[in-house]
């Protein structure tokens, strides 16, 4: 299978999160307002968005960029993009999966694994 065939099983790779310590996220609100910032955990990670989990609520389709720090190697990227879905968790969490405006470099996929952001296990299957 050629790396550009993901069609063919549906999904892109997707990378999940080392360790919740390993990195900040923040997901920054806002688009024609003033920016507010909401705490985030990194769950998973692919070229094409991310799923994070916060305790604050989120719109569907909410313009949002998905901060990643990591004051240890300087590691400090936005990516923009938006809130495709939600789901709220039964210990009161909300769950979003985000889609980034552009694909993320690999060049930056790798830094991110390097940084030890992401992990090289394989995501648990979600379904």
């Known amino acids: 299978m050629n790396m550009r065939d993901w069609d063919f099983i549906g999904r892109r790779p997707r990378h999940q999160a080392a360790?919740?310590?390993a990195v900040q996220v923040d997901v920054e609100r806002g688009?024609?307002?003033p920016?507010?910032?909401v705490a985030a955990e990194l769950v998973?990670?692919?070229r094409h968005g991310a799923r994070v989990r916060a305790e604050a609520a989120l719109a569907q389709d909410e313009l949002v960029a998905i901060r990643l720090?990591?004051?240890t190697?300087?590691?400090?990227v936005a990516l923009p993009g938006a809130v495709r879905w939600r789901s709220q968790e039964a210990s009161g969490h909300w769950l979003y999966g985000c889609q980034f405006k552009e694909e993320v470099p690999l060049e930056m996929l790798g830094e991110?694994?390097?940084c030890g952001i992401l992990?090289?296990?394989p995501p648990a299957s979600s379904g």
Request: aromatic residues 8%; proline residues 4%.
């Open 19 to 21: 360790v919740a310590e």
């Open 31 to 33: 688009d024609d307002a």
């Open 35 to 37: 920016t507010s910032t």
């Open 44 to 46: 998973d990670f692919s």
């Open 69 to 71: 720090r990591q004051p």
């Open 73 to 76: 190697t300087g590691l400090d």
């Open 112 to 114: 991110l694994f390097l």
């Open 119 to 121: 992990s090289a296990r």
